[in-house]
């Protein structure tokens, strides 16, 4: 008998020291029913072997500990491993929830004065835990704000607070495929958790329930947990819910302080986590108040659509008449030239003058144009002036701004010509912001435009009087080339035809002496080309009251000062000593001879271009020649007749004068 008694307290004993040692070195649970664990907060032990972390409840947290502490002796080899398996359930399929778990090496399994939401009921605060000794290794389910430098739901590694060391979004490596393959953390599915530590370097690897163990981690840090562990730590899990919430479970786990021994997981006999709960799709009864406004609502949009087609088709209406279909060709749009300006936005806008405004518009292929928005009410005339504008357009000639066409709508006339990129000469004579042109870039100008003048007199099936010739309407385009802009004073009439009767229209300083007695003609043109010439040469406008009487005249000053054997000061200073005496004068003289006061004396446009081209010499004359310099002004009292006059008429022309220019509104 006391042999038998003495057998089985052999047995018990060694029994109990296998069961210590097997707990010293580790342990395996496949399924909880038996576990030997500290619970406390929401985490209780289901039925079928679950281990429930949390569920619905807001701003709670649970924690599970295996109960007894790890020796981690800072003088004996430091290592630990461990493979679990989790799921992370949300309350409603399609709803955010959270806030995750963490797997914790803790001191203490009292953790219950940590707080909960991001920081997982393992930290209290941002910064630092209640306990410096600890490691978590998070599984981030939620956007979490501030805490890490991975907002996005992620894996982090934590030591003394909520900032990870190391973090990094929740995938594994496949060696199938070669690279990393993402997982849903709150997909609700299974997800294999392995943390390796060899004393040195600490490892994480995740992976479906169906993948083994990856080849390569997704975190792999090295630090020394000797400086952080203290001797007797407990390992264990925590989580945390807030606003957000969901169900955390752990379906096995198994541990060991030694990689040869730690015990293999049997994924067979784990429980099974519930699935993803589906919201359910209830029938109910439509309320009438529910049907009175959806019928409402759909009245309300049928009304918005219907302004926003009436809208739409009054944002782009035209006024068209049958009489313009065989200008076609020439007919622009509204909805094209509306969104080549850009919808006439004011950063397009390249001009104002008292007509209208000017806009700088892209077509297709990249084609800039210049869009000039004209107001207008009168339709007396429109065919004939629309008949002009074809006409002008069909001009050609390399020193003429082209003008491509028009558009109408209902109280606007829209005029399209071809965008010029260095705008007016005026703003290179008169304003400080551009560079004042040299002398070669002037003759070259005035050559051009002398060259059109003499185009339109004589090169075209129909003599076209311009009729408002200054530098303002001398365009520059990419290359400096002068051309000739602001057609909205032009006239046609047949070679040999006599204008006496057309009204006088011009810019006082330019307007000749004869306008008012005998009307317009090619020589008219002439006289104010050549004070042009003067305008470009000298740098001044033609009238400037604010200077004293006798230079107040440009073509008067220029030939009392030749009189005075000082013709070249009247150039202007801005051309420094880079210029010809001889051209000079010669240009300045021909100034004068186009300004003669007698119209018969003044040469025709063809023989000005031969003089600027030293092609044909000058005529001498002197600035005693009767009307060399005898500046005859139209008066102001008689520019206010001559409006007058334009007014009566009424002719759409001239409506539009001032106002087609060159696309630049100058």
């Known amino acids: 008998m006391v042999c038998k008694l003495y057998l089985v307290f052999i047995f018990s004993f060694v029994h109990l020291i296998c069961h210590s040692s097997q707990q010293e070195t580790g342990f395996v649970y496949n399924g909880f029913d038996q576990a030997d664990l500290f619970i406390d907060g929401l985490t209780r032990i289901l039925p079928d072997g679950l281990l429930q972390l949390t569920n619905a409840t807001e701003f709670q947290m649970g924690h599970a500990f295996f109960k007894q502490p790890f020796d981690f002796d800072p003088s004996s080899t430091l290592s630990f491993y461990t493979h679990f398996v989790c799921a992370l359930v949300p309350p409603t399929f399609g709803v955010d929830s959270g806030h995750g778990i963490a797997f914790v090496v803790s001191p203490s399994t009292d953790l219950s004065y940590e707080e909960q939401a991001q920081f997982l009921g393992v930290f209290s605060n941002e910064t630092s835990s209640s306990s410096s000794h600890l490691l978590a290794i998070e599984l981030d389910s939620v956007y979490s704000v501030g805490v890490d430098k991975l907002e996005n739901p992620h894996v982090g590694i934590d030591v003394y607070s909520p900032k990870s060391i190391e973090s990094a979004l929740p995938s ?396 070249l000061e009247t150039r202007d200073p801005r051309l420094g000593r880079d210029f010809s005496s001889k051209e000079v004068e010669m240009v300045l003289k021909l100034g004068l001879l186009c300004t003669n006061a007698m119209p018969e004396s003044r040469p025709a446009m063809g023989q000005v271009v031969q003089y600027l081209n030293r092609d044909l010499p000058m005529p001498k004359f002197s600035p005693s020649t009767p009307g060399i310099g005898a500046f005859m002004p139209v008066s102001m009292q008689a520019s206010s007749a001559i409006g007058v006059s334009i007014l009566r008429n009424s002719s759409v022309s001239l409506f539009v004068s001032h106002t087609i220019l060159d696309g630049h509104g100058r």
């Open 172 to 567: 594994y490596f496949s060696s199938v495929l070669g690279k990393n393959e993402s997982i849903n953390l709150l997909s609700g599915e299974p997800i294999q958790v392995w943390v390796d530590y060899d004393g040195s370097l600490l490892n994480v690897s995740l992976a479906p329930m169906e993948v083994q163990k990856p080849n390569l981690p997704l975190m792999s840090t090295a630090i020394n947990l000797s400086e952080i562990f203290q001797e007797k730590m407990y390992v264990g899990f925590s989580a945390a819910t807030a606003k957000l919430t969901s169900n955390q479970y752990i379906l096995g786990w198994s541990f060991s302080r030694s990689k040869e021994l730690l015990q293999t997981l049997d994924l067979s006999k784990l429980p099974q986590a519930p699935p993803v709960p589906r919201k359910e799709k209830q029938k109910k009864q439509v309320p009438l108040v529910f049907i009175v406004l959806v019928i409402l609502l759909v009245v309300l949009v049928l009304m918005v659509l219907g302004g926003a087609y009436w809208y739409r088709r009054n944002k782009y209406a035209e006024v068209r008449e049958p009489w313009e279909k065989e200008y076609g060709p020439h007919r622009f749009s509204y909805k094209s030239l509306y969104k080549a300006t850009n919808g006439f936005c004011k950063d397009g806008r390249v001009g104002k003058g008292g007509f209208g405004e000017v806009y700088k518009g892209t077509l297709p292929l990249s084609r800039h144009i210049a869009v000039k928005r004209l107001s207008h009410d009168a339709e007396q005339g429109m065919k004939q002036f629309v008949a002009e504008v074809i006409t002008m357009g069909n001009l050609e000639h390399r020193n003429l701004v082209p003008l491509l066409g028009y558009c109408r709508r209902k109280g606007e006339l829209l005029l399209v010509s071809e965008y010029m990129p260095n705008g007016s000469l005026d703003q290179y004579l008169f304003h400080g912001q551009n560079p004042s042109p040299t002398w070669l870039q002037r003759i070259f100008i005035l050559k051009d435009i002398a060259s059109a003048l003499s185009y339109l007199h004589t090169g075209t099936k129909q003599v076209v009087l311009h009729r408002d010739i200054k530098s303002s309407n001398v365009m520059l385009d990419s290359e400096f080339n002068g051309r000739l802009g602001d057609f909205g004073m032009a006239k046609f009439h047949d070679h040999g035809a006599n204008l006496s009767a057309t009204a006088a229209v011009g810019t006082i300083g330019y307007m000749a002496p004869e306008l008012i007695t005998m009307g317009t003609s090619t020589k008219t043109d002439v006289y104010a080309f050549g004070v042009f010439v003067l305008e470009v040469t000298c740098g001044r406008r033609p009238v400037e009251l604010v200077l004293p009487i006798e230079k107040q005249s440009l073509v008067k000053w220029v030939c009392e000062c030749w009189k005075q054997a000082s013709l």
